[in-house]
């Protein structure tokens, strides 16, 4: 079975660009989580999709952090303006589905430096 | 709120030799346990989790990890650290399923296993 594929693995803007991540989750899963990792840190959860929904978006910054997972499936990450503070790497993962979710299945992650 | 504790930074052990990395949590209800490891470059890889029963859950690569109710605790263990087992390691909790509960990590444990 594919795992979690995300893209691309590195990318290195400036402050105020903007930046898109990709991620395709393994087939069939209905949930798709994205996390910022910073150094150091654990990972944080941003966004939370059961399908196309959004479940749980509480820790998004709405006003420079969009997401969405149009079909259901692959799902976008956009940061537009980007901070040097979003310097992390962005982690996808996927889940069967919500009500049971106890693992997630995570891909490489995408490290975003922002200088 | 629910939260992880890893007090540690960074565990040492000679290879062969027993290792365990402590991992506390604090969460409303009866917790869903679970560890998770990364290498370097690469995303979170399940290694267990503790949902109800058996105390001691047994998970890949030969870890383990002991539910402690009373004293919150899930501590990861393995008999006989390898040299291979040197990466982050992950405990996070998260409320039952059937509540949009979300997955909190703790800050990670680096374990060295030195020849």
């Known amino acids: 079975e594919a795992g979690v594929a995300q893209s691309p693995r590195y990318k290195i803007i400036e402050k105020r660009q903007s930046v898109a991540f990709w991620c395709n989750p393994i087939s069939g899963h209905a949930t798709l989580y994205w996390y910022q990792q910073i150094l150091g840190q654990g990972p944080k959860l941003l966004i939370q999709?059961?399908?196309?929904?959004?479940?749980?978006d509480s820790q998004l910054p709405k006003d420079r952090f969009s997401a969405e997972r149009l079909k259901g499936v692959d799902s976008t990450l956009k940061i537009q303006p980007a901070k040097l503070e979003d310097s992390a790497v962005y982690l996808c993962?996927?889940?069967?589905?919500?009500?049971?979710?106890?693992?997630?299945?995570f891909g490489p992650g995408t490290r975003l430096t922002v200088t | 709120a629910q939260s992880v504790a890893q007090p540690e930074d960074q565990v040492n052990v000679a290879e062969g030799n027993p290792l365990t990395v402590k991992c506390t949590y604090s969460?409303?209800?009866?917790?869903?346990l679970f560890w998770y490891v990364q290498y370097p470059n690469r995303g979170l890889q399940f290694l267990l989790k503790y949902i109800t029963g058996d105390n001691l859950v047994k998970g890949s690569y030969g870890f383990e990890a002991e539910f402690n109710k009373s004293q919150t605790s899930f501590h990861l263990k393995k008999p006989s650290a390898l040299v291979s087992d040197s990466a982050l390691y992950f405990c996070a909790v998260r409320r039952p399923a059937g509540t949009a509960s979300k997955l909190t990590f703790g800050t990670g444990t680096r374990l060295q296993v030195t020849l």
């Open positions: 969460v409303s209800g009866n917790p869903y």
């Open positions: 999709f059961q399908n196309n929904g959004v479940v749980d």
């Open positions: 993962a996927s889940s069967p589905w919500t009500e049971r979710s106890y693992e997630q299945y």
